[in-house]
């Protein structure tokens, strides 16, 4: 039950956040979206009545058990090391923009000029 609700979850938008509240590695994933002007979803996991369910079957679906667990367009990225990374990378903002979690118009003022 509790995995199909994670799966239905990670269904419904382009970018879904299982976190914890008083989590600091989801505090920064969430916040590096926000400051991209990214839309998601943040499910957090410690106020949701069936989180720690909900926990279990990600872990038992992604091999991930720790949060943030973060995915886009229903597909996994990990954890903040990966996004963070993906960020650093230059592959996150076209990532977001192809999953329509990013306006175009917005995605093209944040890039950074070719020279």
């Known amino acids: 039950m509790a995995l199909e609700k994670a799966k239905e979850i990670v269904a419904s938008s382009p970018v879904v956040v299982f976190s914890k509240t008083y989590c ?3 505090t920064g994933v969430k916040q ?3 400051q991209l002007g990214a839309n998601f979803k943040a499910v957090e996991l410690d106020v949701e009545s069936d989180g720690s369910d909900l ?3 990600l872990a038992e679906w992604t091999g991930q058990r720790t949060v943030p667990n973060v995915f886009v367009r229903g597909e996994r990225i ?3 090391d990966a996004t963070m ?3 650093n990378g230059g592959k996150l903002v076209p990532l977001l923009t192809e ?3 990013i306006d175009r118009a917005g995605a093209t003022a944040t890039a950074t000029p070719s020279l």
């Open 85 to 87: 990374a993906m960020h």
């Open 32 to 34: 590096l979206l926000a």
């Open 55 to 57: 926990q279990s079957a």
């Open 24 to 26: 600091p590695f989801c």
């Open 99 to 101: 999953a329509g979690a």
């Open 78 to 80: 990990g954890g903040c």
